[in-house]
């Protein structure tokens, strides 16, 4: 069984920064892929952010140029580093780690979400 535990959300003023991080525990061999998404009132989930297990990351229009996201293979977290804050990044924030364990094939896992609000 593996577990996600997402921190780091919060209320911040436009222009401000937070720093959301994803930790994983549990029977974790190796952790595959590691994405970030959002969901904003009224809308449908988008993604944020991706890194592979290679470190190769790909974000969202809307984000790029201001967030970061990065992974720690030793500590079994992806973090996702936000500057320059909109309102319209006010939103819940899900990370979405494709775990392998010691006794299953990988599969994803969903954290609970964090509440981000960027107030104007």
């Known amino acids: 069984q593996v577990q996600l535990v997402e921190s780091g959300g919060g209320l911040v003023q436009e222009g401000g920064s937070l720093s959301l991080s994803c930790a994983a525990s549990?029977?974790?061999?190796?952790?595959?892929?590691g994405a970030w998404y959002r969901q904003a009132p009224g809308k449908q989930r988008e993604l944020v952010a991706d890194?592979?297990?290679?470190?190769?990351?790909n974000y969202a229009d809307s984000v790029k140029g201001r967030f970061t996201i990065s992974r720690d293979n030793a500590k079994n977290t992806v973090d996702l580093q936000m500057n320059s804050l909109k309102s319209e990044d006010t939103a819940v924030y899900y990370c979405?780690?494709?775990?392998?364990?010691?006794?299953?094939?990988?599969?994803?896992?969903w954290g609970k979400g964090t509440l981000v609000t960027v107030s104007s």
């Open positions: 549990g029977s974790i061999f190796r952790i595959n892929d």
């Open positions: 890194i592979t297990i290679g470190g190769s990351t």
């Open positions: 979405k780690l494709r775990v392998a364990t010691f006794r299953d094939y990988a599969m994803d896992y």
